[in-house]
């Protein structure tokens, strides 16, 4: 029930086109649903989170929909560019909680490589 | 900037040996996390601490220790180092997650154990 399940593990696009990756929950307490980015050679770094009282939310050119009923979020990188080339890892976590149960927890990632 | 340092880009390291990983985080965070990434396997929590000379279990402890002795420092300790240890070991640091759910990465520390 604590898992996150992300998919896929990697995704290879054309520059101009829209990224998509995908991430399920079980745990219906979860209320925080961030997205890391990891460049080759870094270490993660917050990119986008939303809160479940919200259906979508956009920054840019990256976007969050959020789909309650179904325990599902997904991450749409429009426009992609060879930029974006990384590692994304979509995550979950009780944010009214301290202690073990604020952990993030965390999908198992996806490569996206964004070609030329 | 927030900033979390660990103390080696690389290390390689005999089997059998201690082996000590250092993370110093500046921004006088509660909480500080120890991970460890393998493709396909994600971001592994290893051992996490929200307080000083606090310390739980994450999901896969076996074979590591850590000690937080000051708040700023966290340190993560191979015992006796084996090949199966090989890996990328990533620190982060957080305030309370009551307070503000960003976790702050270092660079990683990738470990080769021969």
């Known amino acids: 029930q604590q898992q996150v399940k992300q998919s896929p593990q990697s995704l290879i696009v054309q520059k101009g086109g829209i990224s998509i990756i995908n991430c399920a929950y079980e745990?219906?307490?979860?209320?925080?649903f961030p997205w890391y980015q990891q460049f080759p050679g870094k270490g993660p770094a917050l990119l986008i989170a939303i809160r479940p009282d919200v259906s979508e939310k956009k920054e840019g050119r990256f976007t969050i929909s959020f789909n309650k009923s179904a325990k599902q979020f997904s991450l749409h990188i429009m426009d992609s560019q060879p930029g974006d080339s990384a590692t994304y890892f979509c995550?979950?976590?009780?944010?009214?909680?301290?202690?073990?149960?604020?952990?993030?927890?965390f999908g198992k990632g996806t490569k996206l490589s964004v070609k030329p | 900037d927030v900033k979390v340092t660990q103390s080696s880009r690389y290390l390689v390291k005999r089997t059998g040996e201690k082996v000590f990983l250092e993370c110093v985080q500046d921004m006088d965070h509660e909480n500080m996390f120890w991970y460890r990434q393998d493709p396909g396997l994600g971001l592994r929590l290893i051992y996490f601490s929200y307080d000083v000379k606090m310390k739980e279990k994450g999901d896969i402890p076996e074979g590591y220790s850590v000690s937080r002795e000051k708040k700023e420092r966290f340190s993560l300790i191979l015992e006796s180092a084996s090949t199966n240890q090989t890996s990328m070991y990533l620190c982060a640091s957080s305030f309370d997650i009551r307070v503000n759910t960003e976790a702050f990465f270092g660079q990683g520390t990738r470990l080769t154990v021969v």
């Open positions: 745990n219906t307490a979860f209320d925080y």
């Open positions: 995550a979950a976590t009780l944010k009214n909680y301290g202690g073990s149960q604020g952990n993030l927890i």
